[in-house]
Nanobody, 116 residues
């Protein structure tokens, strides 16, 4: 498995921004598809965004235009820039790595809280 360490969460007011980071171990990060998911209180975990090894991105409809996923292969890190935050974005955000050699791995999760 890939070890993933998330950072950058916190509490913000409606309309604010955060940048989540997820650093992965290992030298084969460049080959991994990376994704972010989130789980709100009392709800199922849902997919948020994906960036492939080739840099192609995809987003859930609920976050399109507000969230941006990116990666820095030199730093083994994937980012999620979150803008125009809403209270409905309150959730634990999870980093997810899909490695062709090490399978699926998940981070421990990081809390994002948006107050109105």
């Amino acid at each position: 498995q890939v070890r993933l360490v998330e950072s950058g969460g916190g509490s913000v007011q409606r309309g604010g921004s955060l940048r989540l980071s997820c650093e992965a171990d290992g030298s084969l990060f460049v080959f991994n598809t990376m994704a972010w998911h989130r789980q709100a209180p009392g709800k199922e975990r849902e997919w948020v965004a994906t960036v492939t090894s080739g840099g192609t991105t995809d987003y859930a409809d609920s976050v399109k235009g507000r969230f941006t996923i990116s990666r820095d292969n030199a730093k083994n890190t994937v980012y999620l820039q979150i803008n125009s935050l809403k209270p409905d974005d309150t959730a634990v955000y999870y980093c997810h790595s899909i490695s062709p050699t090490r399978g699926d791995s998940w981070g421990q999760g990081i809390q994002v809280t948006v107050s109105s």
